[in-house]
C-alpha cells in the first residue's frame, strides 16, 4: 500500500458554512485494492468530506485529483460517472419501485427507448449475487424489505454503477449480525478485485477487521494517518479528542444526597430497533446530558416521553408513578409538565411567517385564555416577562420570528415552553447552528431553570457541552445506555471511547484529559 | 416467492378495478330492459372512454405525487376547439385534430412548467391554470354550437364489425401508444420515482424534472383526446362550466377507483380506465333501478369519499407520529 500510486487524492480542501468550518485544508488519498477507514468524532468533518467526494458538495477551495489528473464534480451523477459511488446513511431507495428498478435507476438498459426489463432483470440479479444478497428477489417492492434487506439493495444498486471507489457511510449501522458478515465478505473480495473502499463506521472491530489504511478527522482536518493495527483503541480516541474549549460554562452546584423520587423515570424502555431497554432517572434539579455518536436512538428517547412514539415498551415514571404518556399535549399538561425543545426549530419549533407574539404564546394558549378568548393583557405580561428573561433581541413582537436570527429563534422556542413553567425539559441538540454568545445564555439559563427545581434531560453532539452542562452523561450505542458518567469522570476522552463503544482504562483518564487541553490551546 | 405473485402484488389494484367493474356492469346489463346487446355496449362504451381519457390524464400526474384541477378544463377547451377547426375536407379535418391534441399537449406543459420550474403546489398551480383554460374556452363558445367533420365523429362512436364499439379500439389504441411507451421508458419510471420519494431519486440521479414534466404535458394530450371524444359524441362544442369541474372531479375518483395512489410512485392507468368505467356504470346502476336522477350526484359524491377515505389507512402504520406531518 504504501508508495503505491494513490487513484484519487485531496489537497487542501476546505468547506465552511456561514461561520462554522466543517473542513479545513483536509488532504486524503485513497488506493486501489485498499480499504480506508476514516474516524472522527461529531462534526469532525467525515460526512462532508465524503459529500465533497461524492459530487454532493462543492469544496470552497482546494483540489482533487483521479488518476494524476484533476477533477471538479457538478452533481453526484459526475462523480458516479467518474466511478465513485457513495451508500449514504439515509437511504436512497425509492420506495414504491422494485428491487431491480431501483438496482438500475441510474443508468436502466434500454431498447427501441424503452427500459429493456430482461436486461435490468439480469442487470439486478448479478448485482445482488455480488451483494451476497442473492436471497432477495428482484421483483419485490422496495417498500416492503426490513431495512436490513433495504441496506442490502442499497450495496447492490452501488455496485450495479461498477464503482472503482466506493464509499460505505455507516453502511453496516441498520444490518444484523448474519449481514455483517456477509458484507464484510463482499467488501474484501471487492477489495481483491481492485476497488478503492472507504469506510466510515463508529465500530471499532468492524475497522480492525477490515481497514488497511487508517485516517482520523478532528476539527475538520485529517489529524493523522495510520497503518491499521498499528494504533490501540486508546491511542485512536486520543487522536480524535482535543476540541478546541470555547465556551464559558456556569459553575455546577454539589447536589446533596436525597431521598426523593426522580421527576423522571424511564423503565427499558424499547421502540422499534431505534430503543433498546432504555432506563434512566432525571431528578429535580439535575442536568442529565444524552452523549453518543449522532443518531444512536437520543431523538427517539426525547420523543418517547414526550408522547409521540406508538407501539413504545416499557414504563414512564413521572415523581414515581407509573403514567401512559399518550400525545404531545397530554406530556405538556399541568400533570406531567414536560416540555421538548426540538432540534429542527424551523419545521418543529416555530412557524415562521407567523409573529414573535403569535409564536410566544403558542404552547401555553390555554392558560392565556378564559373560554376560548385569549387574555390580551395576561399573554403581553408574560410575553414581556421572557423577553427579558432571555433577553431575546427583536425589533418588536408583530414581526414575523423568521426574520430574527437563529440564535434569539432559538430562544423564542425556549421562551414559548418556559411559559408554561415546565417542571420537565427535554432539550434536543438546542445549539446546533447557533452563535457562541447565545450558547453561552443558554448554559446559563439551563443551570437557573435546574436550580430553580426543573429535571432536564439535554441531548447534545458537542461533548463540550455535555462536559460543561451535565450533572451525569448517558452515553448511548445501538439504542442502549452503555455507559453512565458522573462527575468528575465526564471527561471528552471518557465520552468518545464510550461512544464508539471501547472500554477503555479509566486510569489513563486524567492523563488523556490533559492533553487534550494541550492540544486544544494549541489549534 | 414466484414472479408471478410479484406481479400480482403489483397489478392487485388494476385487478380489483378491473373486478369490480365487471360485476357492476354484469348486473347493469341483466337487469337493463335490451339485456347485454352491442347497442347497450356501445352506448355505454361512448360515455365510458370520455372519462376514461380524463382518468389517465390524472393518473400521469398522480403519480408524481401531484394532482391536476385542470383535466375536466383542458376537456373543455379542446372540446370548444374542435368545434371550429375538426371540420372540412379530410387534410383540413386532420390539421384540425393535429391542433386540438397540440393545444391540449401544450395546456399540459404550461401546468408542468409552473409546477415543476415555478416551485408551485399541483393544487394552487392547476386551479389557476383550469380558471385560464376555462376562460379561453367560454371566448371560443360563448353559447354552445359548432360542428365537427360527421363521417369521423360516426365512424369512431360507431361499430367495428357491428360489435365492437370503436370508441374501445381508440381507447385501446392509446393506451398502447401513449401509457405503455411511457410507463416502460425512463421518463416513465423517473415520474413514478419522483411521486415515491423525489429525494432519492434525486440522490440517485434520475432525471425528475423531464419525468414530471412529461407526466404532466401528456396529460393535457390525455385529456385533450378526450375533449375530441365529446365533440364527436355531441357534434357541438359547448364550454359548460359545471361538466368541466364534473370531470375533474370524478377523473380523481376513477384514478382512486383504479387503485393509484394518491400520495403517488403507485398504480397504472389501466387501473384508472377500470376505475373510471366502474365509475359511469354506478350511474347507469341507478338508472336502470329507477332511482331519481337527482341522487345520482349526492351518491356519487358518497363513493368518492369513501374512496378517498380508503388512502388514508396507511396512517395507521406509522408508529413515530411526526411521521403524519412529513
Known amino acids: ?523 | 416467492m414466484k414472479d408471478w405473485r410479484y406481479w400480482l402484488a403489483e397489478q392487485r389494484g388494476t385487478l380489483l378495478a378491473f373486478g369490480i367493474f365487471i360485476a357492476m356492469f354484469v348486473i347493469y346489463t341483466s337487469n337493463h330492459p335490451a339485456g347485454f346487446t352491442a347497442n347497450v355496449v356501445q352506448t355505454a362504451s361512448n360515455k365510458g372512454v370520455l372519462l376514461a381519457f380524463v382518468a389517465m390524464a390524472q393518473t400521469l400526474v398522480v403519480i408524481t405525487a401531484g394532482i391536476d384541477l385542470s383535466v375536466g378544463m383542458i376537456f373543455t377547451l379542446t372540446n370548444c376547439l374542435a368545434s371550429w377547426l375538426v371540420i372540412g375536407t379530410g387534410i383540413e379535418t386532420a390539421f384540425g385534430v393535429v391542433a386540438v391534441l397540440g393545444t391540449g399537449l401544450l395546456c399540459g406543459a404550461i401546468n408542468g412548467a409552473i409546477v415543476i420550474y415555478g416551485r408551485l403546489q399541483p393544487i394552487v398551480a392547476t386551479i389557476a391554470t383550469g380558471a385560464v383554460y376555462f376562460g379561453i374556452a367560454l371566448l371560443l363558445r360563448p353559447f354552445p354550437g359548432g360542428s365537427v367533420n360527421e363521417d369521423l365523429a360516426d365512424a369512431l362512436t360507431g361499430r367495428l364489425f357491428g360489435v365492437v364499439p370503436a370508441s374501445l379500439v381508440v381507447l385501446l389504441a392509446v393506451v398502447l401508444l401513449v401509457w405503455v411507451p411511457f410507463s416502460r421508458s425512463v421518463l416513465g419510471r423517473a415520474a413514478y420515482a419522483a411521486g415515491s420519494s423525489e429525494m432519492a431519486a434525486y440522490m440517485s440521479g434520475v432525471p425528475i424534472r423531464r419525468g414530471k414534466f412529461a407526466a404532466y404535458a401528456l396529460g393535457g394530450l390525455l385529456a385533450a383526446i378526450g375533449g375530441l371524444f365529446l365533440t364527436f359524441f355531441t357534434y357541438t362544442g359547448d364550454a359548460a362550466y359545471a361538466s368541466g369541474n364534473a370531470y375533474t372531479l370524478f377523473s380523481i375518483a376513477a384514478v382512486v377507483l383504479g387503485g393509484v395512489s394518491l400520495f403517488g410512485g403507485k398504480g397504472s392507468a389501466i387501473g384508472a380506465i377500470f376505475g373510471a368505467l366502474a365509475f359511469r356504470t354506478i350511474g347507469d346502476l341507478l338508472f336502470v333501478f329507477d332511482f331519481d336522477p337527482l341522487w345520482q350526484p349526492l351518491f356519487q359524491g358518497v363513493i368518492l369519499l369513501i374512496a378517498v377515505s380508503l388512502g388514508a389507512f396507511v396512517l395507521f402504520r406509522v408508529r413515530n407520529r411526526l411521521e403524519w406531518f412529513l
Open chain 1, 1 to 523: 500500500m504504501d508508495g503505491a500510486v494513490p487513484l484519487f487524492r485531496m489537497e487542501g480542501i476546505s468547506k465552511r458554512y456561514g461561520g462554522v468550518r466543517a473542513l479545513e485544508k483536509a488532504e486524503i488519498s485513497v488506493t486501489s485494492g485498499s480499504i480506508h477507514a476514516i474516524l472522527g468524532e461529531n462534526g469532525a468533518g467525515k460526512s462532508t468530506l465524503i459529500k465533497v467526494m461524492a459530487g454532493v458538495i462543492a469544496p470552497d477551495e482546494g483540489r482533487m485529483t483521479m488518476d494524476g489528473s484533476e477533477v471538479n464534480f457538478a452533481s453526484p451523477a459526475a462523480a458516479n460517472q467518474a466511478g465513485i459511488v457513495c451508500i449514504f446513511q439515509e437511504l436512497s431507495l425509492v420506495p414504491e419501485l422494485s428491487v431491480a428498478d431501483n438496482i438500475v435507476i441510474s443508468d436502466p438498459p434500454k431498447r427501441f427507448g424503452m427500459i429493456d426489463r430482461k436486461a435490468q432483470r439480469r442487470i439486478a440479479e448479478e448485482a445482488l449475487v455480488r451483494a451476497g444478497a442473492a436471497d432477495i428477489h428482484p421483483l419485490a417492492l422496495v417498500r416492503d424489505l426490513p431495512l436490513s434487506r433495504r441496506q442490502m439493495v442499497e450495496i447492490a444498486k452501488a455496485l450495479a454503477r461498477k464503482p472503482r471507489i466506493l464509499i460505505l457511510d455507516e453502511a453496516t449501522s441498520a444490518l444484523t449480525a448474519a449481514d455483517v458478515a456477509k458484507i464484510f465478505g463482499v467488501l474484501k473480495r471487492l477489495r481483491s478485485e481492485g476497488l478503492a473502499l472507504l469506510y466510515i463506521s463508529h465500530r471499532m472491530n468492524e475497522i480492525a477487521e477490515l481497514a488497511d489504511q487508517c485516517t482520523v478527522f478532528r476539527n475538520g482536518r485529517n489529524v493523522a494517518s495510520y497503518k491499521a493495527g498499528s494504533k490501540t483503541d486508546n491511542e485512536v480516541v486520543e487522536l480524535m479528542i482535543g476540541r478546541e474549549y470555547s465556551h464559558i460554562f456556569p459553575p455546577k452546584p454539589v447536589r446533596a444526597p436525597t431521598t426523593a423520587a426522580p421527576v423522571l423515570e424511564a423503565r427499558k424502555l424499547s421502540w422499534t430497533d431505534r430503543l433498546d431497554n432504555v432506563s434512566l432517572t432525571v431528578g429535580a434539579g439535575e442536568v442529565v446530558g444524552l452523549g453518543g455518536l449522532d443518531g444512536q436512538g437520543q431523538r427517539e428517547l426525547l420523543l418517547a416521553f414526550f408522547g409521540v412514539l406508538r407501539g413504545l415498551s416499557g414504563q414512564i415514571l413521572i415523581d414515581g408513578k407509573p403514567v401512559a404518556i399518550a400525545s404531545p399535549s397530554a406530556a405538556r399538561g399541568d400533570r406531567i409538565g414536560m416540555a421538548l425543545i426540538p432540534e429542527d426549530r424551523k419545521t418543529e419549533g416555530l412557524m415562521l411567517p407567523m409573529t414573535v407574539r403569535e409564536n410566544l404564546s403558542f404552547a401555553a394558549l390555554d392558560r392565556l385564555s378564559r373560554a376560548g378568548i385569549i387574555d390580551r393583557a395576561t399573554e403581553q405580561r408574560l410575553i414581556d416577562d421572557m423577553v427579558a428573561l432571555l433577553a431575546i433581541k427583536t425589533a418588536g413582537l408583530d414581526i414575523p420570528v423568521g426574520a430574527l436570527s437563529g440564535g434569539n429563534q432559538q430562544k423564542v422556542v425556549i421562551a414559548k415552553w418556559l411559559m408554561r413553567q415546565p417542571r420537565i425539559i427535554l432539550l434536543n441538540d438546542p445549539t446546533r447552528g447557533i452563535d457562541v454568545g447565545t450558547k453561552q445564555e443558554l448554559y446559563q439559563l439551563m443551570r437557573k431553570l435546574a436550580d430553580a427545581g426543573a429535571a432536564i434531560l439535554f441531548y447534545s453532539t458537542d461533548y463540550d457541552e455535555l462536559i460543561g452542562c451535565c450533572d451525569r452523561v448517558l452515553v448511548l450505542y445501538d439504542g442502549a445506555v452503555k455507559r453512565e458518567l458522573v462527575g468528575a469522570e465526564i471527561t471528552e476522552r471518557a465520552l468518545i471511547a464510550s461512544a464508539l463503544n471501547i472500554h477503555g482504562d479509566d486510569a489513563g483518564l486524567k492523563h488523556g484529559e490533559d492533553a487534550s487541553l494541550k492540544q486544544g490551546e494549541n489549534a
